[in-house]
C-alpha cells in the first residue's frame, strides 16, 4: 500500500533493520524493484519485486529485507560498496543486477544480465555471485569506486574507476550514457577505447 508517512524496513514481522551504513535502490517499474542494505556488521540484505539472494535461487518478490549470501571475500571483511541496477530498457523484462565491491579491488556482480550488465561477458542470468571481468576471462582485481543507473525506470549500465585512474563501462548505453558509438548492449572497455 501507498503511504505518506516514514516507515522502518523490517527484517521480519516485528523485527526491524538495524546498524545500516548504506542503502541503494532501484525502481524500474510496478513489477521490478529492489533495494540493498549493508550493515555495520557486513552483513547486506534485499528486499523488493525482483530480488536475488546469491543462493542459487532465481528473483523473487520479498516484502521484508531478507540477508543475502555474499562471495567467500566477505566471510573475512565488509564489503566496501554497494549497488542494484535495472529496469525495463529495451524489453519488459529486465529484471535487477546487484553488485558488491571488496576491499582487494574485486568486483562482483549477481541477478539479470540481458544487458549484458553483469559484467562477465555473457549474457546468462546469474543466481550467485560471479566475477566482474576487465577482459573476458581476466577478473578486475583494482577497482576503487563504482557506480550504477538507479536514476530512472531504464537501462542498466555500470560504470567502474580502478586505482589507476582506468574508467571501465558496461551494460545498456541507450542515448548514449555510456559514451559508446552504438546503443546496444556491450562488454567492459577503458574509457577513450570505446567500440
Known amino acids: 500500500p501507498v503511504t505518506n508517512s ?26 521490478y524493484n529492489a533495494f540493498m542494505a549493508l550493515t555495520n556488521t557486513g552483513k547486506v540484505y534485499t ?35 554497494i549497488g542494484v541496477t535495472g529496469g525495463t530498457g ?22 539479470d544480465n540481458t544487458q549484458r550488465q553483469c559484467g562477465d561477458f555473457t549474457t546468462t542470468e546469474n543466481f550467485s555471485w560471479v566475477n566482474v571481468e576487465r577482459v573476458n576471462g581476466t577478473n578486475f582485481n583494482n577497482i576503487s569506486f563504482f557506480s550504477v543507473q538507479e536514476h530512472n525506470s531504464s537501462y542498466p549500465g555500470i560504470a567502474a574507476i580502478t586505482t589507476d585512474g582506468d574508467i ?20 567492459g572497455s577503458t574509457a577513450g577505447n570505446y567500440d
Open 6 to 31: 516514514w516507515q522502518q524496513v523490517k527484517t521480519g514481522s516485528g523485527t526491524y533493520l538495524t546498524g545500516v551504513t548504506a542503502v541503494r535502490g532501484q525502481v524500474s517499474s510496478a513489477s
Open 47 to 81: 528486499w523488493g519485486k525482483s530480488t536475488y539472494l546469491g543462493d542459487g535461487n532465481g528473483a523473487s518478490a520479498r516484502n521484508y529485507a531478507t540477508q543475502m549470501t555474499l562471495p567467500a571475500e566477505f566471510s573475512a571483511s565488509i564489503p566496501k560498496m
Open 90 to 111: 529495451s524489453t519488459s523484462t529486465t529484471k535487477n543486477t546487484y553488485f558488491i565491491l571488496g576491499n582487494s579491488g574485486a568486483l562482483y556482480s549477481l541477478g
Open 168 to 187: 571501465y563501462v558496461w551494460g545498456n548505453n541507450n542515448t548514449g550514457m555510456l559514451g559508446r558509438t552504438s546503443n546496444n548492449a556491450s562488454d
